[in-house]
């Protein structure tokens, strides 16, 4: 069954220092997102990926790396993280004109 | 600026009863509008989606109704069951290049049995 899978699922990190959360798919996308949730901001975009080696800015990129080393994996890094960086991440995959991505269950990260 | 506003943040109905939730844009150059569903702890998924070009959608218990002109649509919910209970983003995209997809902020549905 086709899917996203994002690791881990919940992770706490010290202010400055490196995070790194990973998403894999099996739907053969050749479109990937990161977009952080949190209360009444619904969903917003930090990068997004075409494909393997590309990585597009979002609405949100500020403090935040992106890598897509493969078809299946994006990756979002957080260089340094900051406490205003808690919140629930997804990782969406996606392909088409009809825009309609699959979802992972979210990692739930936070900066203290 | 908000560009896909969902005009409640939370909405709760009895069991049985038919939710409406709003939802307006701005862009007009929107032409594809899914509406996805999230329940607590996991990730959206997509419920029903209309284009542009039609007026009305229905899945099951789900309709979207769409105004063109207006700049609106509502996703309604018949006859709800508690099971509904989740939170509903309406989203908008061109059509083309699925990176451009914006969320509303999400309505929080509450049905109570």
């Known amino acids: 069954e086709a899917a996203v899978t994002q690791s881990p699922r919940n992770k706490v990190a010290v202010t400055g220092g490196k995070v790194t959360l990973s998403c894999n798919q099996t739907n053969n996308h050749n479109n990937m997102y990161w977009y952080r949730q949190d209360t009444g901001h619904g969903l917003r975009l930090i990068h997004y990926s075409y494909g393997a080696g590309s990585t597009e800015k979002g609405d949100i990129p500020d403090g935040y790396k992106a890598s897509r080393p493969s078809q299946e994996n994006f990756s979002l890094i957080l260089e340094l993280a900051t406490p205003s960086q808690t919140s629930v991440y997804f990782c969406a995959s996606g392909e088409g004109s009809n825009s309609d991505y699959t979802f992972g269950s979210g990692t739930r990260l936070l900066v203290i | 600026q908000q560009q896909v506003r969902q005009s409640s943040q939370s909405l709760t109905v009895w069991e049985g009863e038919t939710a409406i939730l709003n939802c307006s844009y701005e862009n007009s150059a929107f032409d594809y509008f899914p509406w996805y569903q999230q329940f607590p702890g996991e990730g959206p998924a997509l419920l029903i989606a209309?284009?542009?070009?039609?007026d009305k959608k229905e899945d099951g218990r789900f309709t979207i109704f769409f105004n063109k002109r207006e700049k609106n649509l509502s996703l309604h919910i018949k006859d709800s069951q508690p099971g509904d209970s989740a939170t509903y983003f309406c989203?908008?995209?061109?059509?083309?290049?699925?990176?451009?997809?914006?969320f509303g902020s999400g309505t929080r549905l509450l049905v109570s049995p």
């Open positions: 989203a908008a995209s061109p059509g083309t290049g699925g990176y451009k997809v914006v």
């Open positions: 209309i284009r542009s070009v039609s």
